[in-house]
């Protein structure tokens, strides 16, 4: 099945700076879901992303789809502490989703 | 609150045992979908159904097993428990396949000792 590579692992932020989180798959991806995952929490859907180079932005958090939808991004700007957690990108084949191993965002206030 | 609820939310058993984790989508949702997610392995596809029909299976032990009933409701049982299944289950459910967002449930944290 499809597998998405996430890189970092882990990022520890400045309040304040921007920081970019990113998925790779080696085959191409019909779509890219992104969910995010709070410190106890549960996965929450963010958005999904379906087109060649396509790009969305929610807020202070802009989704992009590489143009040969092999690989995604996530970008945040100006970190807040709310942004904590745990992101996800998950690929969908044959009714199912695999997950990413997640980036785990802390942030130094 | 995604809609999605499961039960029980935490789990104490021993090796050799056998649990049900219960799960409702949400009102309108035909698919389910259960996961595991533990430290080392992150967030792992078990199984699908929809509308009461298994349609996708992902790394599920053949310890493991689950249903979705007419009603929808999904049951995902766990039997010949060892330690290494400890772990917090999540449900998911969508309006369709694996194209739809999910909504996770809360998660049921199992402890096998």
């Known amino acids: 099945g499809q597998q998405v590579m996430q890189i970092p692992q882990y990022q520890h932020v400045q309040e304040g700076e921007d920081f970019t989180t990113y998925c790779n798959s080696s085959t191409t991806l019909s779509n890219i879901q992104w969910y995010k995952q709070r410190p106890g929490g549960h996965p929450v859907f963010l958005i999904q992303?379906?087109?060649?180079?396509e790009v969305k932005k929610q807020k202070r958090l802009t989704f992009q789809f590489g143009e040969a939808k092999k690989n995604s991004s996530l970008h945040i700007t100006a970190t807040q502490t709310t942004d904590v957690g745990t992101y996800f990108c998950a690929a969908s084949e044959n009714y199912k989703l695999s997950f990413g191993a997640g980036t785990t965002v802390t942030v130094r206030a | 609150d995604s809609g999605v609820t499961q039960t029980p939310k935490h789990l104490i058993t021993a090796t050799g045992q056998r649990v049900t984790l219960r799960c409702s989508p949400r009102s309108g949702d035909l698919s389910v979908y259960w996961y595991q997610q533990s430290l080392d392995q992150g967030l792992q596809f078990l199984i699908q159904y929809y509308n009461g029909e298994e349609r996708a299976k992902g790394n599920i032990l053949e310890r493991f097993s689950a249903q979705q009933f007419p009603d929808l409701h999904s049951e995902l049982n766990l039997s010949s428990l060892e330690l290494g299944d400890s772990a917090l289950y999540f449900c998911?459910?969508?309006?369709?396949?694996?194209?739809?967002?999910?909504?996770f449930g809360p998660g049921t944290r199992l402890t096998v000792t």
């Open positions: 992303l379906v087109k060649s180079g």
């Open positions: 998911a459910s969508s309006g369709g396949g694996g194209n739809h967002e999910q909504y």
